[in-house]
């Protein structure tokens, strides 16, 4: 079955760097996105953006552009999301959820657990 | 940006009862692209609906979906136990956004 593992839970001091992993399994690898979504604590959902991961081609929210960075290793199946010069307001949890290449339109099939991303001093 | 906004916030509701959960967006969703997802407490969310209207794998049928332009609907036909949760609705016609939720809850 579908299957997408993320990292641990992490904490950080502003302006610090994190970077959160998305083990997937079960399916091929190259046949999907990966989004990040990320919701702060009675916040809605937040989407940050995607990676290809067949070309690795990406796409940034406005909100995050210059501050993240999603890559991805083909042979590891994994997906990575980077976010620098963090402050407080990045505290949330994180998610990656996969999208089929081949949908009609980038909805989420598959969801990690969640990586929650504390910043504080 | 397309802002959407979910009604109710809350809807306190018995097993077995009708759920009618609103979705409304600031401007037209292009393509039809709403989607309709279901997040229980300390879990991932789930996709249950994807383009207005189509269930997701293995997702029951008394959950439904419905609308056009601005206004979407999902229903919840009878209640069962495992459906109290949070539900949130996602555009993906232009960028990707989504609403606050609305939580279904027990009466």
């Known amino acids: 079955q579908v299957q997408l593992v993320q990292s641990g839970a992490e904490v950080r001091k502003p302006g610090a760097s994190v970077k959160v992993s998305c083990k997937t399994s079960?399916?091929?690898?190259?046949?999907?996105?990966i989004h990040w979504v990320r919701r702060a604590p009675g916040q809605r959902p937040e989407w940050m953006g995607w990676?290809?991961?067949?070309?690795?081609?990406?796409e940034y929210s406005q909100r995050f552009q210059g501050r993240v960075t999603f890559t991805r290793d083909t042979s590891a199946t994994t997906a990575y999301m980077e976010l620098s010069s963090l402050r407080s307001e990045d505290t949330a949890i994180y998610y990656c959820?996969?999208?089929?290449?081949?949908?009609?339109?980038?909805?989420?099939?598959?969801w990690g657990q969640g990586t929650l991303v504390t910043v504080s001093s | 940006e397309v802002v959407l906004t979910q009604s109710p916030g809350t809807l306190s509701l018995s097993p077995g009862e009708r759920a009618t959960l609103s979705c409304r967006a600031s401007q037209g969703v292009k393509y039809s692209y709403l989607a309709w997802y279901q997040q229980k407490p300390g879990q991932a969310p789930r996709l249950l609906i994807y383009g207005v209207s189509s269930r997701a794998t293995g997702i029951p049928d008394r959950f439904s979906g419905s609308g056009s332009g601005t206004d979407f609907t999902l229903t919840i036909s009878r209640l069962e136990p495992e459906d109290f949760a949070v539900y949130y609705c996602?555009?993906?016609?232009?960028?990707?956004?989504f609403g606050p939720g609305t939580k279904v809850d027990i009466k």
């Open positions: 996602q555009q993906y016609g232009t960028s990707s956004t």
């Open positions: 990676i290809n991961a067949a070309n690795g081609n990406t």
């Open positions: 079960g399916y091929t690898f190259t046949t999907y996105a």
């Open positions: 959820a996969g999208d089929s290449l081949a949908a009609d339109g980038q909805f989420f099939d598959y």
